[in-house]
């Protein structure tokens, strides 16, 4: 079976290059000749892989959400409530590991303010995704209106994910018990 370009040892290094170096810093501070600098590959290869800065922020947004949408999937099956404590409870675990410089789809879009940007479009399919995988466990548990119940736990995760940044981490999974349980236990 031939390798694939996405597949090649030189990409990874670029995105992973990129995915530190953008989380770390901002992603409009790193320009390319430092990611390159720091891979050590030619600029050649570079633009062979991402054609333009853009693309490899796509890049990172989407690798980013494919590994919590991984994340998710690996979550023992529960009920739907236990389900979607489960599910906030990955905020908690994010924001104690250490090195928590906010959401790193949030950070994005706070950069790219054009909603019509490749880089919010990724971001929105990420916020979507997220939406509908908790509107759905709400549904099946019986929430009157999971549309909007699944709204109000985006908006508490984005919250969270920042006042974890901005404030103590550490008090971040009593927060999201609490938010849960409030949430859930108001019908």
Partial sequence: ???????SPARRRLLDTATRLFYEGAIHAVGIDRIIAETGVAKATFYKHFPSKDELVVAYIEEQDRLGRAATAALPK?????????????????????????C???????????????????????????????????????????????????????????????DDPESVPALVREAVARLLDRR
């Fill in 104 to 166: 790193p789809f949030l950070n994005a879009a706070a950069e790219y303010p054009d909603p019509t940007s490749p880089v919010r479009h990724a971001v929105n399919a990420r916020r979507s995704w997220y939406h509908d995988s908790l509107r759905d466990l709400l549904a099946a548990d019986g929430d009157p209106v999971p549309s909007v119940t699944a709204s109000l736990l985006v908006a508490v995760s984005d919250g969270l994910l920042e006042s974890a940044y901005l």
């Fill in 1 to 7: 079976m031939r390798s694939r370009p996405e597949d």
């Fill in 78 to 102: 529960q009920p739907p409530r236990e389900m979607i404590a489960a599910i906030m409870g990955r905020i908690s675990e994010a924001v104690v590991a250490g090195g928590w410089r906010g």
